[in-house]
């Protein structure tokens, strides 16, 4: 006589058999190729075209070291490709608010100095008078 199994807990199989042990010839990998970023690095263009040329670079590296089994390469273009995109982001970003601080202090000092009517910036002036009339 053979004792009854005991009662499978939710965590187990039901099962009784014994599994083989996985090797590294029975896993398959299923890894899938990184995206190439390359709408970062048109965002780099739009944004911090200096940083463009790098960006694409990095972007259209990805599927050639991809296909060439280079999958770290792979992943380290298809990173650096979208860290370039949002580092021209940011420093696009940072140039428009100082041009636009810019602007505005500049908008501000010529109306400052409209006002007070000693600026001589040429023009024919209230007073078109040819001879003495």
């Known amino acids: 006589m053979t004792a009854p199994?005991?009662?499978?807990?939710?965590?187990?199989?039901?099962?009784?058999?014994?599994?083989?042990?996985?090797?590294?010839?029975?896993?398959?990998?299923?890894?899938?190729?990184?995206?190439?970023?390359?709408?970062?690095?048109?965002?780099?263009?739009?944004?911090?075209?200096?940083?463009?040329?790098?960006a694409f670079t990095h972007a259209l590296d990805v599927f050639p070291r991809w296909s060439e089994g280079d999958a770290d390469g792979a992943r380290y273009a298809s990173g650096r490709a979208r860290y370039l995109g949002i580092l021209s982001l940011w420093i696009g970003g940072?140039?428009?608010?100082?041009?636009?601080?810019?602007?505005?202090v500049g908008m501000l000092v010529l109306m400052h100095h409209g006002h007070h009517g000693h600026h001589n910036w040429g023009g024919p002036g209230p007073r078109m008078g040819h001879g003495g009339r």
């Open 94 to 104: 940072a140039l428009l608010v100082v041009f636009a601080a810019l602007y505005i």
């Open 5 to 54: 199994e005991p009662a499978a807990t939710p965590d187990e199989p039901r099962t009784t058999e014994l599994s083989a042990p996985a090797s590294a010839a029975n896993i398959q990998k299923t890894a899938t190729r990184p995206p190439n970023n390359i709408g970062w690095a048109v965002a780099s263009l739009l944004f911090f075209w200096p940083l463009s040329f790098s």
